[in-house]
């Protein structure tokens, strides 16, 4: 690893907590808002192994709170985009960059029982309670990101167990799945805000190529900062969990 790149880091967590991070597979799920600030903050952070899952691909929508999203990378992938991001960032990371669907019928594929951590940040709901499902059922620490959208204030935004998370209609949904199904095998910690807001004014979703299980009826206001909090604030439990070596 650049001793360099990281030496500010080394500073503050030491040579066994950069040994920890770079030794860490990690895989994330969601690359959009949340997950893309969440995966470049893992990255510089020394997380060395990413494996980076989202089928989509940049739309002139993203732009205004996704990472990699500008004018010159709207209709290309969001995961090969940002790999490219992260390697500029770090050239020894090995990125995974996997242009795939979680779902009931691809969860085996990813071989979730071979990482340390777990991100979860996708929004289709049935997908998310499967992920949680699965997740919870290794022995990877898990990390949760609950719904971004209709929220501006950033002293709003929480984390929490699973059960105790308040004020998220996201997570309510979510619990409500879980109830009448198998439970979570474990806690797990989420990142939330109990902020709802409501949309000034309504669009549907026009963006084409949408897999059938992401596609919104109902588009949400979203704004920058959020999102971006979310995802640091994922990226910080992950890299705390893995230098406390829990």
Known sequence: MNSSIFQRTALLIGSEGMERLAKSNVILFGVGGVGSWCAESLI???IRQLTIVDFDKVAE??????????TVTIGEYKVDILKKRLLEINPSAEVNALKEVYDAETAESFQLDSYDV???AIDSIDSKVHLIQTATQTQAAFFSSMGAALKMDSQQVKVAEFWKVHGCPLAATLRRKLRKSMLPATKFTCVFSPELLENKE????STTDIHPIHAKKRVNGTIAHIPAIFGLTLAGLVVQNIIDNK
């Open 202 to 205: 309504e669009i549907t979703d």
């Open 61 to 70: 929508s993203n732009i205004n709170r996704q990472l990699m999203a500008t």
């Open 118 to 120: 777990i991100i979860d």
């Open 44 to 46: 510089r952070s020394g």
